[in-house]
């Protein structure tokens, strides 16, 4: 829900100016355009560099999908011969192509192609936007909206990160489903929207207070005093849930039986780093590097790279901090500078550290960025993709090459700077104990072991329900990784989806994980969780779950385990 | 002149952001490429064009591909198509 001040934007603020246009004036108006949608393109360029994060590469395509039709002579051609043969002026030769291009959509029988005529009405906006901001020469400013709630036909979805950030509270769509890219975006940014409030732009005036419900769909203009009590009980009822969980910030992770559990924070964004401190991570077990080498014309160089590092390690201040070397294979090469061959099979490809020892420029640009990171606070160095112990002796020998370097070059470094493998592929998991020696940490990756483990491409959807991690193979290799390194003294962890699922929280809890690390929005919820499980009695069915041929099996101890949890509690 | 008939599998169909993946993937190409479907034929390499086509799940399309590097840039439309744009589903 949120409560604020309508703020209407409606597509008719785009000024058509539908008096005829003079011979003489028909180059300019044509210049008019194309700087017009020069303007647009270039927008779409400066939202597309600022993307980061988990929907990054979804917004990533919209954006590219705009630009092409920005570039596209089917869209653009139709715009200037109206003026240069129709005498229309810029605005009103735009709009006549959107109705001539929105007529066609709505005539498809597909309900969802239909819909998509949104984007040709976003991208025409944009460049009547354009347009008019050309004419009067004014900057676009969206300078603070605090307490706004935007109410407009349309919205594009990478527009909703921007609006969010400048502290719009709600989206009211005039159009759009629920269903609807920008409403799913919407939804992982926490921002209430309605879609599909046909007469909202009527319905609604600017600076109206309005009351939405993003999961109702209700909109309430003038909210009564009954709606207010309403919005301030479900205000309370929120507040106090994120107290509650705001009160395990503060707090060690324990189990019931008073064990400490060490939780880490996967990270990506200056956002997810905040709100790692807000929860109350021991660390992050996680830094993933690639976001600094994709969808950009240039590798970034030591020094852009050391400001990201150090931006991290004191953020952070004084936790440590696990940055991962560079995790890219051929099936992200399109979106890099890196000049990769295509591959047959990119999963089984040059990737991880394997691309790493093959490019040791690149590789030692990064090392030297991240030690140079390591005099402002404790640095690990996690290595990807590792199947061999020889491709570790490599990495250390790097490692230390650059440390001497940047030493003698007068460069302050940590005394020592940990570097550890994740185990990801399923020979380094049966290859550990003679592997375990060189590593300084462990870091097991549950997404891409239980992919190689089983032989199953996680993105196929053919083979969606056999990608599982009950299956006693990989239980067999988290339990081997998780003793061996133990036994060695080695810290290992856990980074994949698997440990901020708290649907196998228990089961890591039995196979003796110690520490987790995962999205920083769900720190809280698994520390909740831990507190109310039993270490010592999980550990007892360890043996039944490794014994467990079966998934149906593994089930039925994870059930067990769960009812002996609840009988005990 | 290459020609291969394919049908649509990916749920969505040939929406704005498939037809965008469609254009790049011929980006590299110096082939020119045609989608025809119930009677109409496109420039592939053209966003507009493509999302015209009004293509959704279960559509059977003829490809076309003519130029230098024709057997190549039919190979990389066939696996667009074949990968389901990437969509996952």
């Known amino acids: 829900m949120a409560l604020g001040r309508a703020r209407l934007e409606r597509p008719s603020r785009y000024l058509v100016d539908e008096r005829p246009l003079p011979a003489a004036e028909i180059d300019d108006e044509i210049e008019r355009l194309r700087r017009a949608i020069e303007l647009a393109r270039e927008e779409l360029g400066v939202l597309r560099d600022r993307l980061h994060g988990s929907m990054a590469r979804e917004v990533a395509e919209f954006i590219d999908a705009h630009s092409l039709m920005l570039a596209d002579r089917e869209l653009t051609s139709g715009i200037y011969d109206l003026i240069r043969q129709g005498g229309y002026r810029a605005s009103a030769a735009l709009k006549l192509q959107r109705d001539r291009l929105v007529a066609v959509f709505e005539a498809m029988d597909d309900p969802y192609l239909r819909s998509r005529k949104e984007d040709v009405e976003q991208v025409i906006a944009r460049v009547q936007a354009g347009l008019q901001r050309d004419s009067s020469s004014e900057e676009r400013k969206l300078a603070s909206r605090i307490g706004e709630i935007l109410v407009s036909d349309t919205v594009a979805p990478a527009e909703l990160v921007p609006l969010a950030e400048a502290g719009v509270l709600g989206v009211v769509l005039s159009s759009g489903s629920r269903v609807s890219h920008g409403a799913i975006l919407a939804r992982s940014l926490h921002l209430p929207m309605v879609v599909a409030a046909h007469d909202a732009l009527g319905a609604i005036a600017e600076n109206d207070l309005i009351l939405i419900n993003g999961d109702s769909g209700e909109v309430i203009v003038h909210p009564s005093s009954a709606d207010l009590a309403r919005f301030r009980a479900w205000q309370r009822d929120s507040l106090q849930r994120s107290r509650q969980l705001a009160l395990l910030a503060e707090r060690d992770t324990r189990t019931r039986d008073g064990v400490e559990i060490a939780l880490w924070a996967n990270a990506e964004s200056a956002a997810d780093v905040a709100l790692a401190r807000a929860s109350g991570a021991v660390g992050i077990g996680l830094y993933r590097t690639e976001f600094l080498f994709l969808q950009r014309r240039e590798l970034p160089d030591e020094d852009e790279q050391f400001l990201a590092y150090r931006t991290l390690v004191l953020g952070m201040g004084g936790l440590p901090v696990t940055i991962r070397t560079l995790d890219l294979g051929a099936d992200k090469a399109d979106n890099s500078v890196l000049m990769l061959d295509p591959e047959d099979n990119p999963a089984l490809g040059v990737r991880g550290v394997r691309l790493s020892l093959r490019h040791p420029q690149l590789m030692r640009t990064q090392l030297r960025a991240i030690l140079r990171a390591s005099a402002y606070g404790p640095v690990r160095i996690l290595v990807p993709m590792v199947c061999a112990s020889e491709e570790m002796t490599q990495m250390r020998a790097l490692l230390r090459e650059c440390a001497r370097d940047l030493r003698s070059a007068g460069h302050e470094i940590a005394e020592h700077v940990e570097l550890g493998a994740m185990i990801e592929v399923p020979a380094a998991a049966i290859a550990l104990p003679g592997m375990i020696r060189q590593l300084d940490f462990v870091a097991i990756g549950t997404n891409d072991l239980v992919q190689y483990t089983l032989a199953i491409d996680r993105n196929n959807d053919h083979l969606a329900d056999l990608y599982d991690p009950l299956h006693p193979a990989v239980l067999r290799l988290l339990a081997q990784t998780i003793t061996i390194a133990q036994r060695a003294r080695k810290p290992v962890s856990l980074c994949g989806e698997m440990a901020g699922d708290r649907r196998y929280t228990a089961l890591l809890l039995a196979l003796g994980l110690t520490d987790f690390s995962m999205h920083p929005g769900v720190l809280l919820e698994v520390r909740e969780l831990i507190a109310t499980l039993d270490r010592g009695a999980l550990r007892k069915h360890a043996a039944a779950l490794l014994r467990a041929p079966t998934r149906a099996r593994i089930e039925a101890v994870l059930a067990r385990m769960a009812a002996s949890a609840a009988t005990s509690a | ?89």
């Open chain 2, 1 to 89: 002149m290459i020609e291969k008939d394919i049908v649509i599998t990916n749920k969505l169909g040939l929406h704005a952001r498939a037809s965008a993946k469609l254009v790049q993937t011929l980006h590299g190409f110096q082939s020119s490429a045609f989608i025809s479907c119930r009677g109409k034929e496109v420039n592939a390499k053209s966003i507009m064009g493509v999302m015209m086509l009004a293509a959704g799940l279960g559509v059977a399309l003829k490809l076309r591909t003519e130029g230098p590097d024709e057997a190549a840039a039919m190979a990389a439309l066939v696996d667009l198509f074949e990968r389901k744009f990437d969509e996952g589903q």
